[in-house]
C-alpha cells in the first residue's frame, strides 16, 4: 500500500535561513509525490509534484524538492525563509485512481 | 479562472442531525474528491466521482455519508446522522483528468467546511 510519513511534527526555522521539510515515501511502482501547504481556514494550496525527470523539482513561492529514489525521500526545501511561509505542509503521494494519500503534516514556524 | 467553490464555510450541529455541504469545481474538470480533514491528521479521500460515476468511495460510511454529482458538475455530500466524531473539515478538490487517472494529475482544492458536531 502506498504511504508517507513526515516525521517532524514541526520544524522552527530563523528567517532568512534555508529550511527543509522532510518526507519519506512507500510506494509500489512508480512514485507520483506532491506538497501541498494549508494556511489556517484556508483548504490546501499546491506547491509542486514529481511525476519522472529532473530530481529536482521547482514550485510555487521559491519552494523546491528533490526527489532521492535511493532513499525513498521527497524533502521540500527553500533557499531562504520568509515569515510568511509558515503554514502547515503535507507530502502526499497517489493511489490508486489518483486518490491522494497525505502525511500527518509539519507545521512549519519561521521566527523573525 | 475561478477555484473550488465550497458552501457553507461553518456549519455547528448537534449530534443525531443531519448536516449537508456543496461542492462547486473548477469549469471543465472531470473529477471531483471529497476528503475529511481531523483535526492534527492529513486529509483522508472519502469520495472520488469522475463525471458523475463513483470511482472510489471504499472509506466512505456508507450508513451514514451519501454524496452525490447530479450532471457531472456540482457536488453535495451529505451526513444523516451526524456523530462527534464526524467534527472535521470536509474538503472538495477537483482535477481536470477524464480517464481513469495515472496518478498524475493536479488536485486542487477549496476553502473546506468546518463542522463541528456537539
Known amino acids: 500500500a502506498q504511504s508517507v510519513a513526515q516525521p517532524e511534527d514541526q520544524v522552527n526555522v530563523a528567517e532568512g535561513n534555508p529550511l527543509t521539510v522532510k518526507c519519506t515515501y512507500s510506494v509500489s511502482g512508480n512514485p507520483y509525490l506532491f506538497w501541498y501547504v494549508q494556511y489556517p481556514n484556508r483548504g490546501l494550496q499546491f506547491l509542486l509534484k514529481?511525476?519522472?525527470?529532473?530530481?529536482l523539482v521547482k514550485g510555487s513561492y521559491g519552494f523546491e524538492a528533490e526527489f532521492n529514489k535511493s532513499q525513498t525521500s521527497f524533502h521540500l526545501k527553500k533557499p531562504s525563509a520568509l515569515v510568511s511561509d509558515s503554514a502547515l505542509y503535507f507530502c502526499a503521494v497517489t493511489g490508486g485512481y489518483n486518490k491522494l494519500i497525505f502525511g500527518a503534516g509539519t507545521r512549519l514556524a519561521v521566527h523573525p | 479562472e475561478a477555484g473550488v467553490a465550497q458552501s457553507p464555510r461553518y456549519k455547528i450541529i448537534e449530534k443525531r442531525q443531519s448536516v449537508a455541504f456543496w461542492c462547486n469545481p473548477i469549469?471543465?474538470?472531470?473529477?471531483l474528491y471529497w476528503y475529511q480533514q481531523i483535526l492534527g491528521q492529513g486529509p483522508k479521500l472519502l469520495i472520488q466521482?469522475?463525471?458523475?460515476?463513483?470511482?472510489?468511495d471504499s472509506q466512505l460510511p456508507k450508513d451514514r455519508f451519501s454524496a452525490e454529482r447530479l450532471k457531472g458538475v456540482d457536488s453535495t455530500l451529505k451526513i444523516q446522522p451526524a456523530k462527534l466524531e464526524d467534527s472535521a473539515v470536509y474538503l472538495c478538490?477537483?482535477?481536470?483528468?477524464?480517464?481513469?487517472?495515472?496518478?498524475?494529475?493536479?488536485?486542487?482544492f477549496g476553502p473546506g467546511t468546518r463542522l463541528t458536531v456537539l
Open positions: 469549469s471543465g474538470h472531470a473529477t
Open positions: 466521482f469522475q463525471n458523475n460515476g463513483v470511482v472510489d
Open positions: 478538490a477537483s482535477s481536470q483528468a477524464g480517464g481513469q487517472g495515472r496518478g498524475t494529475d493536479t488536485q486542487y
Open positions: 514529481y511525476i519522472t525527470g529532473d530530481n
